[in-house]
């Protein structure tokens, strides 16, 4: 079992739509939370991070944490085209090391 | 956020030959680095944790031998990649801070090395 899933992509929505993307962990004793977005060639760049049960927003962004279920989601509201790229979720657990996903491609049509 | 600087961003080298990265943290002093590797569609794998003034603690199947890392001050650390072969060839990412809990972890740019 894999210590950080995403779910397959790739991901496609229209312009304007929500954007929805899920992330699973096995490690019960993470303790923070973070999304990355990553584009073509490019490093990965912090979207949010998240660390308490719960929903976290910042602009179009909210992040959402599930700790009894080991599950965190990012959702993207008004989805622009710019926001096409990977999207990575990490994980730190108790060994302070993050573990990334294997990543979520999502492309948003104009 | 933090500023992490890499250098060389882009590095083309004959087989056999040893490659230099640096990752400098410009705006505060890392007592911890980590590198990453990434392969084509790949995500990011940590390669090791680079700890200033002692030895970096490499991950399981990353041969410590031929990815020399030294962390010689608070605001550098590099990474050596010794008689590199093609298979080398990847997209090196460093990253500074976040050991901590809730200490968020910044990333270089990366280098993007192609071995012949």
């Known amino acids: 079992q894999k210590e950080v899933e995403q779910n397959s992509g790739p991901l496609s929505v229209p312009e304007g739509a929500i954007a929805s993307l899920n992330c699973t962990y096995s490690d019960r004793g993470s303790q923070s939370f973070f999304w990355y977005r990553q584009y073509s060639g490019k490093s990965p760049e912090l979207i949010m991070s998240i660390y308490s049960n719960g929903d976290k927003e910042d602009g179009r962004f909210t992040a959402q944490l599930n700790k009894a279920s080991q599950y965190v989601s990012l959702l993207i509201r008004d989805s622009q085209p710019s926001d096409s790229a990977t999207y990575l979720c990490?994980?730190?657990?108790?060994?302070?090391?993050?573990?990334f996903g294997s990543g979520t491609q999502l492309t948003v049509l104009p | 956020g933090a500023v992490v600087s890499q250098h060389p961003s882009w590095v083309i080298c004959k087989s056999g030959t040893s490659v230099k990265i640096e990752c400098r943290s410009l705006?505060?002093?890392?007592?911890?680095m980590f590198w990453y590797r990434q392969f084509p569609k790949q995500s990011l794998m940590l390669m090791a944790t680079?700890?200033?003034?002692?030895?970096?603690?490499?991950e399981q199947g990353v041969e410590k031998d031929k990815f020399l890392i030294n962390h010689a001050s608070l605001t550098l650390s590099t990474l050596t990649v010794t008689s590199a072969h093609p298979e080398d060839s990847s997209f090196y990412i460093c990253?500074?801070?976040?050991?901590?809990?809730?200490?968020?972890?910044?990333f270089g740019p990366g280098t993007r090395l192609l071995v012949l």
């Open positions: 990253s500074s801070g976040g050991a901590a809990y809730q200490e968020t972890q910044y």
């Open positions: 990490a994980v730190r657990g108790s060994a302070r090391q993050l573990t």
């Open positions: 705006d505060f002093q890392a007592t911890t």
């Open positions: 680079s700890n200033e003034g002692s030895k970096a603690t490499y």
